[in-house]
Structure formats: structure tokens, C-alpha cells
């Protein structure tokens, strides 16, 4: 029973955290996520759904990590572990995403993606997804 119990905690959790760091690269790239998707802005659904899969990347890499290195560790540590995971994947997927904004001279990252530009979109998913990829491979 209590294997269930963490399987339910850890997809709560999961969806909270994915939540989260949608909500969190909403703040980092100023446009809303919420209207832009409203608007049918792909450029703002590719950048969603680059963070989740690589939120979803680093949590997978995280709980498998526990679950190999520490047996008798309790449901407690394992998710405090799991977040503490998580807080370093999406600090490094925003640092991430300002460098490249920063380094990208020609074009501004914020405003192209919330003038819809797909390319832009597509190329800060891409970006999240391989620096979480790193990350998951950091954690195992």
C-alpha cells in the first residue's frame, strides 16, 4: 500500500512542480502564456511544452536516482530531494534562456516569441529540453 502512496505523491507532485515551471518561465519571458495560447500564438505552446518535458525530464531523473541510491530513504526525504532537483533544473533552464537571449544580438527572444514566431518558440524548447537532458544526466 504504501508504494502506492508514493506513486500518487510523485505524480502530484510532478504535475505541481511542471505547473510551476510554466508558470515561472511566464514570468521570465514577459508576455502571457494564458492569452498568448488564447491567441494561438505556437510560438508560446512550443516554449510550454519544451519546459514540461524537461521538468518532466529532470523529476523522472530525480525520483529514479532516489530509488536506486536509497533504499530505506522515506517518502519525506525522497520528495524534498526531488524538489531540490527540480529548483536546480529550472534555475539552470532560465539562466538558459536569458544567456541565450542575452547572446542573440539580431533578435530579441522575448518579443519574437510573443509576436508568435514558431521558429523562436521551437528553438527555446529545444534549448530547455537539452539542458534539462544534462541535468537529468548530472542527477544519475
Same mark, same amino acid.
Given at each position: 500500500?504504501?508504494?502506492? *502512496?508514493?506513486?500518487?505523491?510523485?505524480?502530484?507532485?510532478?504535475? !505541481?512542480?511542471?505547473?510551476? =515551471?510554466?508558470?515561472? +518561465?511566464? /514570468? &521570465?519571458?514577459?508576455?502571457?502564456?494564458?492569452?498568448?495560447?488564447?491567441?494561438?500564438?505556437?510560438?508560446?505552446?512550443?516554449?510550454?511544452?519544451?519546459?514540461?518535458?524537461?521538468?518532466?525530464?529532470?523529476?523522472?531523473?530525480?525520483?529514479?536516482?532516489?530509488? *536506486?541510491?536509497?533504499?530505506?530513504?522515506?517518502?519525506?526525504?525522497? !520528495?524534498?530531494?526531488?524538489? =531540490?532537483?527540480?529548483? +536546480?533544473? /529550472? &534555475?539552470?533552464?532560465?539562466?538558459?534562456?536569458?544567456?541565450?537571449?542575452?547572446?542573440?544580438?539580431?533578435?530579441?527572444?522575448?518579443?519574437?516569441?510573443?509576436?508568435?514566431?514558431?521558429?523562436?518558440?521551437?528553438?527555446?524548447?529545444?534549448?530547455?529540453?537539452?539542458?534539462?537532458?544534462?541535468?537529468?544526466?548530472?542527477?544519475?
Amino acid at each position: 500500500m504504501s508504494e502506492f *502512496i508514493s506513486i500518487a505523491v510523485y505524480c502530484v507532485l510532478g504535475i !505541481v512542480l511542471m505547473l510551476l =515551471g510554466t508558470f515561472v +518561465v511566464d /514570468l &521570465v519571458i514577459p508576455c502571457h502564456f494564458p492569452t498568448e495560447i488564447k491567441k494561438k500564438n505556437v510560438a508560446v505552446g512550443c516554449v510550454m511544452a519544451g519546459i514540461s518535458i524537461g521538468i518532466g525530464i529532470v523529476i523522472k531523473s530525480a525520483i529514479m536516482t532516489i530509488s *536506486i541510491e536509497a533504499i530505506e530513504e522515506t517518502l519525506f526525504l525522497g !520528495v524534498v530531494s526531488t524538489v =531540490g532537483y527540480y529548483l +536546480v533544473g /529550472l &534555475v539552470f533552464c532560465v539562466l538558459g534562456y536569458l544567456l541565450l537571449n542575452l547572446i542573440n544580438k539580431k533578435y530579441n527572444l522575448n518579443q519574437e516569441i510573443g509576436e508568435g514566431n514558431a521558429a523562436a518558440g521551437i528553438m527555446v524548447a529545444g534549448m530547455f529540453i537539452g539542458l534539462c537532458t544534462i541535468i537529468s544526466g548530472v542527477i544519475m
